[in-house]
């Protein structure tokens, strides 16, 4: 099979669109590569297939959540803003049957708050005060607004609504969403592994395997790449959609990465084996490095398929030396170890994620510290990322009296560094609202007292901030705090410039 062919060739309608754009809107950039894609198309033909009216024909989505362990990592998880993104595309076009899944992972093992709800409510998917307010339940309903789109889409917790199965003389459990969808979509972000070398659209559905503790119920004896292959055998996945906007390289992607490669690049198509060989050629890599893609392979045989699109081979990108994926394999043969090991890969984990009382004692207690300086030989820019912060505290204080409002605020000079020049023009914007009320959003679009905008940020992660530092000026400050927020923001820009230089498209500790 030649891995990349030109647009149009007679006879090969397996597409697969990889777009890049480092310019334009990133939501254009992201509908564009659906309509090359013919995402719509194939989900009407398997709609009529079935001949099910739009309301009543399932979809089921799922994206990388509970890779999910810092929030400023936003390329080791499914940028969530392009997903909600997505569902209101669909619900737009009269697919209102839709659900989004996702199940537990090793980290739960470690860490408290790791329901699927509570990463998704700390991710941007719902407001995080869900993340307290967690009372076990195995679903949680996403608000998906704006452009003329008011509906909630549940999400659905596979690890607490999972059945048993049959895969073929093994029974297993499933997560029952997943098994009764009529269109299932994998939505992953593309990044290195240590395991698998790369990971997206096979990867992604390792996700669906229901158990939380996934090193004993299916790394162990080195079954993960086949029971992957066996739940997209029986549950195929009819559509794939990878985002490389912002992308984890390195060798811990999959689990940090303080400074990540920005390829500003979709990639999506029917045939998920096709989708992830794409993905691959962008690496540099042939796809069978990946187990589950050759595990896959056994029991689905790769077609031709047509590469459209300006996408190039992502440079610079670092992937994983051999001797990563080579130990991982060793580690398989022994559940405790493979899961303390996990643990030093973490690399540190926001606050509203502590460490749980059981692994704060003796030898685990150490292993997790032990993950702060295994960061730091594994990903240099955690170093660039803490001087980097110094860098832009140091200005905001030599800036002294030019911004007192923020420098009394730390909660807000924290939020600071997810800004870019062009993200603090457009906060003034917000922050002259003045709300009175809480500060609603669905994705980039924000409702201020009853008003539809939109926050067209690169990254969530200052759409985030950005709400959270509207609601706590408005309860802790009043209307005059609005007035002296927006006159320190005009002069931050000059009293900071290197940190927020308008050449600059990327907030300063994202550069």
């Given amino acids: 099979m030649k891995a990349d062919r030109k647009k149009g060739e007679a006879g090969n309608d397996n597409i697969v669109a990889a777009f890049t754009d480092h310019e334009g809107d990133r939501y254009a950039l992201f509908e564009r590569t659906l309509k090359e894609a013919r995402f719509f198309e194939a989900l009407e033909q398997a709609r009529q297939t079935s ?32 997903v909600i993104h997505l569902l209101r595309l669909l619900l737009a076009a009269g697919y209102t049957r839709l659900a989004l899944v996702e199940s537990g992972n090793l980290y739960g093992n470690w860490f408290e708050n790791r329901s699927v ?10 407001d995080e005060a869900a993340v ?7 679903r949680v309903d996403i608000p998906v607004q704006g452009g003329g789109v008011d509906a909630r889409v549940p999400l659905v917790d596979l690890t607490l609504e999972s059945v048993p199965h049959d ?9 029952k969403c997943w098994m009764e969808a009529d269109f299932r979509v994998s939505f992953s972000g593309l990044k290195s592994h240590f395991y698998s070398y790369y990971t997206a659209a096979v990867k992604n559905v390792y996700g669906c395997l229901p158990e939380q503790d996934k090193v004993r119920a299916y790394h162990c004896r080195r079954r993960v790449g086949p029971w992957t292959a066996l739940h997209i055998h029986d549950f195929p996945v009819h559509f794939s959609i990878v985002t490389a906007y912002s992308a984890a390289d390195g060798w811990m992607g999959v689990k940090m990465k303080a400074i990540f490669a920005k390829p500003h690049t979709i990639i999506a198509g029917a045939d998920i084996l096709a989708v992830d060989a794409r993905c691959a050629q962008l690496l540099g890599l042939p796809p069978g490095k990946n187990v589950m893609y050759r595990c896959l392979a056994k029991h689905v045989p790769p077609r031709s398929w047509t590469s459209i699109g300006n996408a190039a081979p992502f440079s610079p990108w670092r992937n994983v030396p051999a001797i990563l994926p080579l130990a991982s394999w060793l580690m398989e043969a022994n559940a405790n170890i493979m899961d303390f090991g996990g643990s030093i890969a973490t690399g540190g984990n926001d606050a509203c994620f502590p460490l749980k009382p059981t692994y704060k004692g003796g030898f685990k207690t150490i292993l997790y510290y032990l993950s702060f300086p295994v960061s730091f030989l594994c990903d240099i820019g955690i170093v660039k990322l803490n001087l980097r912060r110094r860098a832009l505290n140091r200005a905001m204080r030599q800036a002294g009296a030019r911004l007192p409002f923020i420098l009394r ?9 997810y800004f870019s020049f062009d993200d603090i023009k457009d906060f003034i914007r917000l922050a002259a609202c003045r709300p009175k009320e809480k500060v609603c959003f669905s994705g980039h679009y924000l409702f201020l007292d009853g008003r539809e905008t939109t926050f067209n940020s690169r990254f969530s992660t200052a759409v985030l901030a950005a709400v959270e530092i509207l609601d706590y000026v408005r309860t802790g400050c009043g209307p005059e705090g609005f007035d002296a927020l927006m006159a320190d923001l005009e002069v931050l820009p000059d009293a900071c410039p290197l940190c927020f230089d308008p050449r600059q498209p990327y907030a300063f500790c994202y550069r």
């Fill in 167 to 175: 895969f073929g003389g093994k029974t297993a459990p499933a997560g």
């Fill in 117 to 126: 709800a509570q990463v998704a409510a700390r991710a941007g998917y719902v």
């Fill in 51 to 82: 001949g099910k009216s739009r309301a009543d024909f399932s979809i089921v989505i799922k994206p990388n959540i509970s890779m999910m362990l810092r929030r400023a990592d936003i390329g080791t998880y499914t940028d969530p803003f392009f």
């Fill in 132 to 138: 307290a307010d967690y009372r076990d339940e195995s």
């Fill in 409 to 417: 605020h730390d909660y807000i000079r924290e939020r600071m560094e």
